[in-house]
C-alpha cells in the first residue's frame, strides 16, 4: 500500500508539472496576441468625432453629401486610417477657400490634399509622411505637331494658360525662369475655362497636375516640371490626432506596403500622364508593325509551346 500511495504521489507531481508547463506555454502563445490586438488601435478613445474639410475633386475626394455614396484616394485612405484610429468622421463639405476659412477658425480638424508649396491655414500641420504624388506638367492638345514632347525649344512664343495664384503658377514662373525659355503666361480664374480656351485656340498648352486630367480630354504630356507630394492637413489645436495619424500610416505601410499604389491605380490608372505614349515612342509606332516578344519555353503558368509550336500561357493571353 506504501508503494501504491507512492506511485499515486509521483502520478500527481508529474500531472501538476505538465499542467505548469501547459500554461506556460499558452501564455507564449496569448501574451503576444494580447499585445497586437492593443497595437492595432492607436486611438486613445474609441469612436472619436473627427471633423473632415470635404472638397469635390474628382477621383479624389466625390459625394457632396452625406446621403451621398462617397468615394475617391483621398476617401479611402482616411476611411483605411480610421480602422486602427476608430475615429468617426463627420465631414463638412465646401469649396477649398471656404473649407481653409472654417479651419482656420478650428471647426474642421484635417483636410487631405495639401502641399508644403499651397498656401495653408496658419495653425494646421502636415502628418509626418505624404500620402500621394502628383506631377505638374505642361499639355498641349494631342493633334498639335508645332510643338514636341521633351522638346522644350518648342514652347518658345507659345501661348500656355495655368490657374491664376496656384501654385502649379508658380511652378510655371520658377520652370521659365530657370531654363530661360520666353513664353505668355496667361492666367485663368479655374481649370474648365482654361481647357475651354485650349479647346478654341486661345492657348498653346495649359499647366496642371496630372491628377487633374483624364485620357478624354484629348490632351497630350509636353515637359514635367514638377513633383508635389501631398498630405494630411491636421490642426494644431489637436495634437493627439496628428499623433494617432501617424502611428495608423506607419501601421498601415507596415502591413499593406502597396496599399496607396493600388489605390493610386484605382482611381488614377486612365491619367494622361499614365496612358498617352510621349512623342518618340508614337514616332517608332509609326514605322513599326510588328512587335517581336521573347517568350521562354517551359515556363508555366507564364509561358509553354505544345508540340505543334502553338503558344499559350499567362503572357500570351495577355498580348
Known amino acids: 500500500m506504501q508503494y501504491g500511495r507512492k506511485g499515486d504521489f509521483m502520478t500527481g507531481k508529474k500531472h501538476r508539472i505538465k499542467n505548469l508547463i501547459l500554461k506556460f506555454y499558452l501564455l507564449l502563445v ?10 492595432v488601435k492607436v486611438s486613445a478613445s474609441e469612436n472619436q468625432k473627427v471633423r473632415v474639410g470635404y472638397y469635390e475633386r474628382k477621383g479624389f475626394q466625390e459625394g457632396m453629401s452625406d446621403s451621398t455614396r462617397k468615394s475617391g484616394y483621398a476617401y479611402e485612405y482616411l476611411q483605411r ?11 463638412v463639405y465646401g469649396d477649398l477657400p471656404e473649407l481653409k476659412e472654417k479651419f482656420q477658425n478650428n471647426e474642421i480638424d484635417i483636410i487631405a490634399g495639401f502641399s508644403k508649396d499651397d498656401d495653408i491655414p496658419s ?24 510643338i514636341k514632347s521633351g522638346y522644350i525649344a ?6 500656355i494658360g495655368v490657374v491664376k495664384d496656384s501654385k502649379e503658377e508658380k511652378y510655371l514662373k ?15 480664374d479655374d481649370m474648365k475655362t482654361m481647357i475651354q ?9 495649359i499647366t496642371a497636375e496630372d491628377m487633374d486630367t483624364e485620357e478624354d480630354e484629348d490632351l497630350a504630356t509636353c515637359v514635367s516640371i514638377e513633383q508635389d507630394d ?5 490642426s494644431s489645436r489637436k495634437r493627439t490626432l496628428l499623433r494617432e495619424a501617424n502611428n495608423a500610416d506607419s501601421l498601415l505601410r507596415e502591413e499593406d506596403p502597396y496599399f496607396l499604389q493600388k489605390l493610386y491605380a484605382e482611381y488614377y490608372q486612365n491619367t494622361l500622364s499614365n496612358t498617352l505614349p510621349s512623342e518618340i515612342e508614337s514616332s517608332w509606332l509609326l514605322t513599326h508593325d510588328t512587335l517581336k516578344i521573347g517568350y521562354l519555353d517551359g ?21
Not at 174 to 188: D, R, T
Not at 197 to 205: E, H, I, R, S, V
Not at 230 to 234: D, E, R, S
Request: charged fraction near 20%; glycine fraction near 6%.
Open 30 to 39: 496569448i501574451c503576444p496576441l494580447i499585445i497586437t490586438s492593443f497595437s
Open 154 to 159: 518648342s514652347l518658345i512664343q507659345k501661348n
Open 123 to 146: 495653425n494646421m500641420e502636415f502628418a509626418e509622411n505624404p500620402f500621394g504624388t502628383e506631377n505638374c506638367n505642361i499639355y498641349k492638345k494631342a493633334d498639335n505637331s508645332s
Open 174 to 188: 520658377a520652370y521659365q525662369e530657370k531654363n530661360g525659355i520666353s513664353f505668355l503666361i496667361i492666367e485663368y
Open 299 to 319: 515556363y508555366l503558368p507564364f509561358c509553354e509551346s505544345d508540340k505543334n509550336n502553338k503558344v499559350n500561357g499567362i503572357l500570351y493571353d495577355v498580348v
Open 81 to 91: 486610417l480610421s480602422d486602427y484610429t476608430g475615429w468617426k468622421y463627420e465631414y
Open 230 to 234: 501631398f498630405y494630411l492637413g491636421i
Open 197 to 205: 480656351a485650349l479647346n478654341d485656340g486661345d492657348l498653346d498648352c
